[in-house]
């Protein structure tokens, strides 16, 4: 791996190991040169119900116009929660000027889990995260936010397997080159499901549901993921290290008192 950095463009949390914040560590200790632009500024997790937000749109086009003077570049992108459709396009404007000079864009569409939006976001973020597909090498939504991005009723029991393919193919068609679907459940098993561009492979990945619900465990799947596509690895295999990663810190953390303040990563760095 030579020289290659990743620019996280994301919330950054104040309280609680996830977004921003459970990815810089994982980036850094896989070798990547890795940086920060943060898309609004937030006090805790919203799941928690009550909790303040900063949007940061006039920063972040403040930076993005220093760094186009300076000449900046980066080896990859990848993007969470954009709290606006008006941040979404300065985000997609950048990221396609990015994408010419050989940056791979990997877009994470974070908003919803569970079969509803986060709470308190409103219902327009959908719009904006579709525009964000267009200029993505690859998306991973969780089965929520596939079934809204998509217009499709979100089903409890899951999908079928020719269900889950048709759904795939409908995020393709938004414009990302790559699909991963996470957190889906397909012929009653826990899956997830991708479509890799470069091979024209569909593939599903089963694993072990722990009935525990960590914060932030997106954004670790997401940087692990990421991080060794970057370092030449398939999606598929990617996707399988991803997920064991995830698996082994919850199991490892499964007792935590208060799992909305995300997963101790630092203790945990080298079994990712």
């Known amino acids: 791996m030579k020289n290659?950095?990743?620019?996280?463009?994301?919330?950054?949390?104040?309280?609680?190991?996830?977004?921003?914040?459970?990815?810089?560590?994982i980036f850094s200790y896989m070798g990547y040169s890795t940086y920060n632009l943060p898309t609004s500024l937030v006090s805790n997790n919203?799941?928690?119900?009550?909790?303040?937000?900063?949007?940061?749109?006039?920063?972040?086009?403040?930076?993005?116009?220093?760094?186009?003077?300076?000449?900046?570049?980066?080896?990859?992108?990848a993007t969470g929660f954009i709290p606006s459709e008006a941040q979404a396009q300065v985000i997609a404007r950048f990221c396609k000027k990015q994408a010419k000079n050989g940056a791979r864009i990997f877009v994470d569409p974070v908003m919803a889990d569970g079969g509803e939006l986060y709470h308190g976001l409103p219902?327009?973020?959908?719009?904006?995260m579709r525009d964000m597909l267009k200029v993505a090498d690859l998306c991973y939504p969780n089965y929520t936010?596939?079934?809204?991005?998509?217009?499709?009723?979100f089903r409890e029991g899951g999908l079928s397997h020719d269900e889950a393919i048709e759904m795939t193919d409908k995020l393709r068609k938004l414009g990302p080159k790559s699909v991963l679907i996470t957190s889906i459940i397909i012929d009653g098993r826990s899956s997830v499901i991708g479509y890799n561009h470069l091979n024209g492979e569909y593939f599903i990945?089963?694993?072990e549901e722990i009935p525990i619900t960590f914060s932030g465990t997106g954004d670790v799947?997401?940087?692990?993921?990421?991080?060794?596509?970057m370092k030449g690895d398939s999606l598929k295999k990617s996707t399988k290290l991803a997920m064991n990663g995830v698996y082994n810190l919850i199991t490892?953390?499964?007792d935590a008192a208060d799992p909305y303040m995300g997963l101790p990563l630092e203790k945990y760095l080298n079994i990712l």
């Open 4 to 25: 290659k950095n990743i620019l996280i463009i994301s919330d950054m949390v104040g309280l609680g190991n996830l977004s921003i914040t459970a990815m810089l560590p």
């Open 46 to 77: 919203f799941g928690y119900g009550k909790y303040k937000m900063l949007d940061t749109t006039d920063y972040l086009k403040g930076a993005i116009n220093a760094w186009d003077k300076l000449g900046f570049s980066f080896s990859a992108i």
């Open 123 to 128: 219902k327009n973020i959908v719009k904006h």
């Open 145 to 153: 936010e596939a079934c809204l991005l998509t217009d499709e009723p």
């Open 205 to 207: 990945v089963n694993y």
């Open 221 to 229: 799947f997401s940087a692990t993921l990421i991080g060794h596509i």
């Open 252 to 254: 490892l953390n499964k």
